[in-house]
């Protein structure tokens, strides 16, 4: 099968011929119809995720497609379902999984991290049974493979894990693909939101997207204190979409008492474990929530709201891309330049 990989962090990447993978007796293997282009993918390629430890590899956790192959004990699946999948699978054995949070599995695997993942024409999947989401008839491939990791995630973040409810103000630190769905939800959900990033285009999309207000934090020093006086008190709810120590702190500075901040990005390099003002978190009696992905059976409620209208991901598709071109936009991801979601539709 054609592939993009890599064989060492940092180093070269490349499209290819590749094995394709066979199933396991409980997973299936996917004919891979769009891909998402994602940060975390640069991150595994810079060599901050330590799940891979093996060369070639073949990044890509964000996916929609045809189950192409099943291995002899699935049950629920059959070749031609359209299906997509959380970037963090499930084991089902053990305590988590018993109790529903898969999304912190004990054994978890994730395509493109500890396993070949999806810049590829196929793509192998364990537990089919507890992993595989069904694809809505009238929902694109492209859409779908944006839900995989950036919009699926933001959505627990804001829904289950933030409990963001209707007329609170949520601050929206950074509008890559993870902020930007994070801004839509929580519009969805009628609060009101404030966007911050330092890039003109991101925010004007933001607004678009149901923004209430948007700060420029290239220009404004004063960040906080203009979230401050925007919401009178501080946000209730501060989500770090983008992944930094000063992202983090400025969340959690932007709170009013009792507020609650929402770590998504992802920190890495020296910012890996940031100096936090936990002095305001013990004074103000704030919350400090992590969030990762979200489970297979919390899909159907997030489907529903986008078959009705309510949500709209397929907004956030900033372009697609030939499989040939993923390893220049893998690269690119960490300029933070890009506008929305970069999906590979094409492949062969």
Same mark, same amino acid.
């Given at each position: ?73 699935? =049950? ?40 070949? +993942? ?27 493979? &944006? ?6 995630? &933001? ?20 509008? +890559? ?137 397929? =907004? ?23 506008? +929305? ?8």
């Amino acid at each position: 099968m054609r592939a993009a990989y890599y064989e060492e962090f940092g180093g070269p990447v490349t499209v290819g011929t590749v094995d394709q993978p066979a199933p396991a007796d409980h997973g299936v293997i996917i004919e891979v119809e769009a891909s998402g282009i994602c940060r975390s993918d640069w991150h595994g390629w810079m060599g901050h995720d330590p799940d891979i430890r093996a060369f070639p590899h073949v990044p890509g956790h964000e996916l929609a497609g045809i189950v192409a192959e099943t291995g002899k004990d699935v =049950r629920d699946w059959k070749t031609g379902d359209r299906v997509t999948v959380p970037f963090v699978c499930g084991c089902g054995t053990c305590p988590e999984c018993a109790s529903g949070n898969q999304q912190v599995c004990d054994n978890q695997t994730q395509p493109g991290f500890t396993h070949w +993942g999806s810049f590829a024409q196929f793509v192998a999947i364990d537990h089919a049974d507890l992993n595989l989401v069904a694809l809505p008839d009238d929902m694109s491939s492209v859409t779908a493979a &944006s839900l995989g990791c950036r919009f699926a995630t &933001s959505y627990r973040a804001v829904v289950a894990r933030g409990r963001v409810q209707p007329g609170e103000w949520v601050a929206v630190h950074g509008c +890559g693909g993870v902020g930007l769905s994070a801004v839509m939800i929580a519009a969805a959900l009628e609060a009101m939101v404030i966007a911050i990033d330092i890039d003109p285009g991101a925010l004007a999309l933001a607004e678009s997207l149901g923004a209430v207000a948007t700060i420029n934090a290239r220009d404004r020093e004063d960040m906080v204190d203009q979230i401050r006086q925007l919401t009178g008190r501080g946000a209730h709810v501060s989500i770090d979409a983008l992944g930094s120590a000063e992202a983090s702190a400025n969340s959690i500075l932007s709170l009013r008492k009792r507020g609650r901040h929402v770590q998504i990005g992802l920190l890495a390099g020296g910012d890996y474990r940031p100096r936090l003002p936990m002095e305001k978190v013990i004074a103000h009696e704030l919350e400090i929530i992590g969030s990762h992905g979200m489970q297979a059976h919390r899909y159907p409620e997030m489907l529903d709201l986008i078959s009705v209208g309510k949500l709209r991901p397929e =907004r956030l598709i900033g372009k697609t891309v030939e499989l040939d071109d993923a390893p220049r936009e893998l690269v690119s991801m960490g300029g933070f330049g890009a506008t +929305g979601i970069t999906v590979i539709d094409r492949f062969d």
